[in-house]
């Protein structure tokens, strides 16, 4: 009786790959501390800026829907690059991580730390000698400056996983945690693009910069602040849902 006691109890105790890979529960404060932080600093924002005494150069800057205008087309910038950046990094990081190709990836990291320290403005004025002014050259900068960390991230966490059959629902935890990533830097890369004529919310810091008006200024950093907390706060729920929850969803 004993044995078949320790049977049961031993049976109905998860094993290690399955524990590993059960998500943790979205508890109701991960869905709604973020979201209201961000709708408070947001409307705070706008109840300032709907009773505040604005010069007509803040006015022009910030009316029009130029404010929207330009969060969207950061947001469409992010997004864009992010998906171009997820497209190169995981198949390349899943490749990397074979037999046959495992040589190359201390030359991997050995690059990753390079490019980690180039100025990303540098970066953008050299796509724009190639490509030109234009989204085009904004899109290509900031994906070009996302890959290598997300790709890195990705080998990285290949290399931890690597007893886990890579095939199936197991490659989601990669390109989720490789959006996150993304989407949180791209969102700060993205501002640059202002200097390249690719809009977004650089424009309204460039503008508050050039005519010394902190209302513009301001009005662009929360909103930028705003999105990246946003998108973390979306990529990390995004995360735990989809998260395979056993060693059988990998097949």
Known sequence: MSETRDESVAAALPT??????????????RLVVVPG???ALLLATWLSYTHADLDPV???????????????GHVRLTVISTVFALAIT???????????????????????????????IGLLALLVIWLGAGEWAALAGITLYAVLPVL???VARLKADEPTP??????????????RTALVLNVGTATLATFVGGGGLGDLMATGITEQRMPVLVLGCV???ALALFVDWLASIAELLLRPRGPEAGR
């Open 16 to 29: 290690a790959p399955a524990a590993r890979l059960l998500p943790h529960r979205v508890t109701w404060q």
């Open 152 to 154: 890195s991230g990705t």
């Open 90 to 120: 995981v198949p390349l990081g899943i490749l990397l991580t074979r037999p046959g190709a495992r040589r190359a990836a201390p030359l991997l990291t050995a690059c990753a730390n390079i490019w980690r320290a180039t100025p990303a």
């Open 223 to 225: 909103l930028t602040v």
């Open 37 to 39: 932080v961000l709708v």
């Open 166 to 179: 890579l095939e199936g629902l197991a490659v989601v935890p990669l390109v989720l945690a490789g959006a």
């Open 58 to 72: 803040s006015r022009s800057a910030l009316g029009g829907g130029n404010v929207w205008l330009r969060f969207s």
